[in-house]
């Protein structure tokens, strides 16, 4: 186990060899994954770990595909889902191409439910949708397409829920490896290793989407984060988060209006 001052070596050491920046990670749930990375890793101590780290350039990416929470599911707080198929989807069909952003895309879940619901608004077409994520693990695994076929199911009831309204086994393919989305969805989807801690920005979206991510930041990432976001905004695109992220409180929010359900904001000015 790592205690409190080799963590805060760590993050140091990263940031000095390679210039990986998890000082803005929530202390708690960083130090947890350290820890249950060195034990999955066999490491005896921190001078071990820091070795490897040292000595092999690729394992730095090992290490951060595993430091990352990537929970996800399909049509995810299905709440959300709807109000974006009702409420805000509506608003960008009179654009002639709507930017989209799902910054902290885990392995796909998430952007693909999207891409259901402007298929089935008839906007598809005209969207480019970039998804982003710092794991290139996951990232992979959303680039494929697939999902397990046993999650149908309940992926089926979520998109219901959602107010998905087609026949929701047609999005996909029986395969050997499992259930495989429509290459119609796919290809209007770009997959792209970011990460946010970075700043880099990525270009003008109408909505970007980013939930799940923030709670993992503290308050001094998610502001940078906030303020990313808002460069990458103009006057009515949107800004939607997870059920427990706000942005009301951050410097950014006297130019956005929250939809009056969901964590969603409208940008006014
Ligand atoms: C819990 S998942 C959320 C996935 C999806 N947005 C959802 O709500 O279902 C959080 C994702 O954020 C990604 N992430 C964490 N730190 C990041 C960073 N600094 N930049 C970009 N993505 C990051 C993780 O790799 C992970 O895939």
């Known amino acids: 186990m ?7 070596t760590l993050l140091t050491d990263l940031q000095q060899i390679y210039g990986e920046d998890f000082r803005y990670y929530s202390r708690d749930s960083f130090e947890r994954r350290v820890n249950r990375f060195v034990k999955l890793e ?4 921190y001078s071990a770990l820091l070795t490897k ?6 394992y730095i990416q090992h290490f951060i595909d595993h430091i990352t929470v990537n929970v996800t599911e399909m049509f995810r707080d299905t709440a959300f889902f ?15 191409t709507i930017r989209i952003w799902h910054a902290g895309c885990s392995t796909g879940e998430e952007v693909y439910s999207t891409a259901i619901l402007f298929q089935e608004a008839g906007l598809l077409e005209k969207c ?3 998804a982003t994520d710092i794991n290139s693990r996951v990232l992979e695994r959303a680039d494929s397409g697939l999902f397990y076929s046993s999650l149908m199911p309940l992926y089926e009831a979520k998109y219901r829920l959602a107010g998905g309204e087609k026949n929701f086994s047609s999005y996909f393919t029986k395969t050997t ?6 290459e119609n969805i796919r290809s209007q989807i770009s997959f792209q290793n970011h990460n946010l801690a970075s700043g880099n920005y990525l ?3 109408d909505l970007i989407i980013c939930r799940n991510v923030l709670i993992y930041f503290d308050r001094i990432m998610r502001e940078m984060v906030f303020r ?7 006057p009515n695109s949107f800004i939607a988060l997870g059920e427990r992220e706000t942005l009301d409180l951050s410097s950014i929010s006297k130019h956005y209006t929250k939809l009056e359900s969901e964590m969603i904001w409208k940008k006014t000015n």
Not at 53 to 58: F, P
Not at 82 to 96: A, C, G, M, V, Y
């Open 42 to 45: 066999n490491f005896k101590d």
């Open 82 to 96: 709807n109000t974006l198929n009702r409420q805000l989807i509506p608003q960008l069909t009179q654009h002639s």
């Open 53 to 58: 780290l040292r000595s092999d350039k690729h």
């Open 128 to 130: 480019v949708i970039l």
């Open 177 to 182: 490896e499992g259930e495989k989305i429509s």
């Open 2 to 8: 790592l205690g409190k001052t080799e963590i805060e």
């Open 203 to 205: 270009g003008k979206f």
């Open 228 to 234: 990313l976001f808002d460069d990458s905004t103009g």
